[in-house]
């Protein structure tokens, strides 16, 4: 899949992080919030465990 730098409208692979041409962040705060609202239950359980 493939998607557009919002700043420089660049071509972006899905995995990259940052644009190749501008290198800013290829993530919005809603990807970022997103990773943090189904990682979180992950980590209080494992953290659990110990």
Do not use: D
Request: include cysteine; aromatic fraction near 10%.
């Amino acid at each position: 899949m493939i998607k557009n730098c919002h700043q420089c409208e660049g071509v972006l692979r899905v995995w990259e992080i940052k644009c190749p041409y501008c290198h800013q962040s290829a993530m919005s705060w809603l990807h970022i919030t997103v990773i943090v609202v189904l990682a979180a239950p992950v980590v209080f359980y494992m953290l659990n465990l110990i």
